[in-house]
């Protein structure tokens, strides 16, 4: 039993690398190439301090902002937070509205 919590812990805070994850070094590269970096942190942590060039849009307003923010579908788009949790979710959630070409930030800020 503990260490199938173990398990679920590790898993749920040490994940690993994903398909679209990007790393600190491509997030660099994709930034030079005009990718929109979108801060799905909350108003006040983006206030805090947030990664150059990137826009807010807060993880629990993507559902009702991205279509009206986010127009191109096409582009490129990097999502980020503190730790990648919240940006995984906006991530999968962008998917499903059809957006094609968004990456999450591995880690999100921890990497920055």
């Not at 994709?30 to 983006?46: F, M, N, T, W």
């Not at 307003?61 to 990097?78: C, F, G, H, P, Y």
């Not at 998917?95 to 999450?104: E, Q, T």
Request: include cysteine.
């Amino acid at each position: 039993m503990i260490n199938k919590i173990k398990s679920m812990i590790k898993k749920k805070w040490n994940r690993e690398i994903e398909e679209k994850d990007i790393r600190l070094e491509e997030l660099k590269q994709l930034q030079k190439e005009g990718a929109l970096i979108v801060d799905v942190r909350s108003p006040q942590e983006y206030r805090e301090g947030h990664i150059d060039g990137a826009i807010s849009i807060p993880e629990y307003d993507i559902k009702k902002e991205a279509e009206n923010i986010l127009m191109d579908k096409e582009q490129t788009i990097v999502v980020y937070c503190s730790s990648g949790g919240r940006s995984k979710k906006a991530q999968k959630f962008l998917k499903k509205l059809g957006y094609s070409h968004v990456y999450n930030l591995y880690n999100g800020l921890t990497n920055y």
